[in-house]
């Protein structure tokens, strides 16, 4: 959480996530995920010049796609205003390429979770 809440380099964010992906889509005591916190703050806390000199942008990007890889689920999660990591995005303006990411990574969470579904009931209805 708090990586992504204060702009931590986007290869932190990543090794973190692939390092304890439960802790990766874990919501704080408010309900936000580091995906919510990335979303929110992350632009503003981002310190190009302690990241080898790279764009926010980039570095956003970069964590997301490590957080949608690692913690998918996140993508999903409420906060307790009852918002997602997409609607967080959004009401923070964040560039709408990063929105889309996110987007195209919930469809895919979404799709894998129906796949695993199906299959899971295919394979019950089989051992009866």
Known sequence: HFAAEYGAPSDVIAY???ED???AEAQD????TPMHHLCQTYAKRHQPQKD???KTKKCMLESMKALIKFAPKSLNLEDMNGMNAI???IQNEIDIKLVRTLQ???VRFQQQKSQFNVANSSQCQNNM
């Open 21 to 23: 992906p439960s802790s």
């Open 104 to 106: 195209k990574g919930s």
């Open 87 to 89: 609607e967080c995005a």
């Open 52 to 54: 080898c000199g790279r």
């Open 16 to 18: 973190l996530a692939e």
């Open 29 to 32: 005591v408010t309900g936000m």
